[in-house]
């Protein structure tokens, strides 16, 4: 069992998520520092629950099960001493009054109800005021991703007599560790102009800012990007980072 401690934040799960939120509303929970995930399978998102103790989980209802299998599943994991201190919270284009009234009122669902009829941009604004209520970024600033295995993130840049090549070993929204050939001699808090990056397809030019090596390991170099960065290349920083958190959640065995 792997304890959530609040300056790590908490884990947020998407169970059976509208397309709309797969696409566009974890693109904005990713932005905003919260690690988010989708899942399509009931009994593993159970497991993971079980796994990771305090994490978030939004169930959207309209899909999967029926209701009434629903409230069996709610239930079951409200009472389940392994995963009773989870945040559960419910998506769903039925307004049913009494429908909502079972789950906020009877079950006392902790994150809501959400109607997504209400539309992407509210709907967004609800989860979000819940996650900040729950505390789900916890103290961290940024959310760091692994992609030490992924042989499509690479970086290079020029320096005063060759190029230099890395691989980039994890990423983060303010920038990344790469371990990069050849050793290069850098002055710490130096920049580096037009630093080549290649997220899986994706490649753009950002200016980096070179912080120094890990103590343990000096091939491995600290980058930060420029704060100027493009909103373009934030963008795809993002969903890169997205992308490498759904794979490790998608391949972990529970």
């Not at 600033?141 to 992609?147: F, V």
């Not at 795809?236 to 992308?243: D, E, F």
Request: charged share 30%.
């Amino acid at each position: 069992m792997d304890q959530q401690p609040n300056t790590e934040g908490k884990k947020i799960f998407f169970l059976h998520p509208h397309s709309v939120i797969h696409q566009e509303m974890l693109d904005i929970l990713i932005m905003a520092g919260y690690e988010t995930y989708t899942l399509l399978d009931e009994k593993k998102s159970r497991k993971l629950l079980a796994k990771f103790p305090g994490s978030i989980m939004f169930i959207n209802i309209d899909e999967g099960l029926k209701e009434p299998e629903w409230e069996v599943y709610i239930r079951g994991i409200m009472e389940d001493p392994k995963t009773k201190d989870s945040r559960l919270g419910i998506m769903s284009y039925n307004q049913d009054k009494t429908l909502m009234q079972k789950y906020l009122m009877d079950l006392a669902i902790p994150c809501g109800y959400i109607q997504l009829k209400l539309g992407l941009q509210e709907s967004t604004k609800i989860i979000l005021a819940a996650l900040e209520a729950n505390e789900a970024r916890g103290r961290r600033k940024y959310i760091r991703a692994d992609c030490e295995d992924d042989i499509n993130a690479t970086m290079n840049f020029k320096g005063d007599m060759d190029i230099f090549h890395g691989k980039i070993l994890d990423i983060s929204s303010a920038g990344i560790a790469a371990r990069v050939e050849k050793s290069p001699v850098l002055t710490p808090n130096s920049l580096l102009r037009e630093v080549q990056c290649k997220l899986r397809g994706g490649l753009f030019m950002t200016d980096m800012i070179f912080m120094g090596t890990r103590r343990d390991d000096k091939s491995n170099y600290i980058f930060l990007f420029d704060p100027k960065m493009s909103q373009d290349n934030k963008i795809a920083v993002h969903r890169y980072i997205k992308l490498c958190l759904q794979k490790y959640i998608d391949a972990l065995k529970v």
